[in-house]
């Protein structure tokens, strides 16, 4: 009987305590925040090989190269995310993406024009640039968060591995020779030239004997890619840690 009494004269406090726990974290209101999304101006839509474009908007929010945004053009459809592919100083954002034939929102990306309205989140993610030593591995569109990382001075001490069939689909190849010069690798599966590896960017990861174990190795792309990278780097001894990836699915 006490030991009722007891109990239930703890039950009203316990409710006391769950009504703060329903309210909005900060995570939460973060993760709300995310989701919202804002009307924004097309500014030009450029189909830079056969089915991948170059999509700039108006840029309204900053943000740190290596993040994304969610993307949709109707408030009923679900955003797509998409990383940045532009300068955090430019007065416009770049995204580039490839068209997903069977997809919802892709194959509608290129209809849009100049002026047209589409609606964007406010820039997030954890896959964010520093000034330390890196590798970066990228295979595709995967390219598109170093991208903005090489526009914006991120540059310096930083090693880009990028896989691709062909040699058109290295986007922004001379943006990376500029700024990386002989740092920059290029591996297609198809075909090679003088400038080209022929092969995976993983078969050249495994015949590195070793690889450097105090720095970051940021990888991007689909996750075929990222998951054997990230298995060969482990095998090799890079520490966990050291290992930020993106996985575009
Ligand atoms: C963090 C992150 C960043 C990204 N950044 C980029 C980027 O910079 N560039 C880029 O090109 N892509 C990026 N992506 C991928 C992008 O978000 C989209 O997934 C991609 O563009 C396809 O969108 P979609 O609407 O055209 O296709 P979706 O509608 O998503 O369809 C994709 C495929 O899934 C199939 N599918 C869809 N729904 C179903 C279902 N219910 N059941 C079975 N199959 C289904 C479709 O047939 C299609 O083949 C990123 C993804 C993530 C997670």
Not at 46 to 53: A, D, F, L, M, Q
Not at 63 to 89: C, K, N, W
């Amino acid at each position: 009987m006490n030991g009722l009494r007891a109990s239930r004269s703890v039950l009203p406090s316990l409710s006391k305590i769950i009504i703060p726990l329903n309210m909005p974290t900060a995570a939460a209101t973060r993760k709300r925040k995310q989701k919202e999304l804002f009307p924004h101006k097309v500014t030009s839509v450029t189909e830079i090989i056969p089915g991948v474009y170059d999509f700039q908007i108006e840029r309204q929010f900053d943000f740190i190269p290596g993040q994304v945004v969610a993307v949709a053009i109707s408030h009923d459809d679900e955003p797509r995310l998409y990383s940045i592919a532009s300068a955090t100083t430019d007065s416009r954002m770049r995204l580039l993406f490839d068209i997903n034939p069977r997809g919802l929102l892709t194959p509608k990306l290129p209809l849009m024009t100049p002026g047209d309205t589409l609606l964007v989140s406010i820039p997030f993610g954890r896959f964010t640039a520093t000034h330390d030593a890196a590798w970066w591995i990228a295979t595709g569109t995967g390219i598109a968060p170093f991208i903005s990382m090489a526009l914006s001075g991120y540059h310096m001490d930083k090693q880009l591995l990028h896989g691709a069939r062909t040699p058109a689909e290295f986007y922004f190849a001379d943006l990376f020779k500029e700024k990386l010069e002989e740092r920059y690798l290029r591996f297609a599966t198809v075909e090679n030239s003088p400038e080209i590896q022929k092969g995976r960017l993983t078969t050249y990861l495994r015949t590195l004997e070793e690889l450097p174990l105090d720095i970051k190795y940021y990888l991007c792309g689909n996750a075929n890619m990222v998951v054997e990278v990230r298995d060969i780097l482990i095998e090799k001894k890079v520490p966990f840690a050291n290992i930020v990836s993106e996985i575009y699915f």
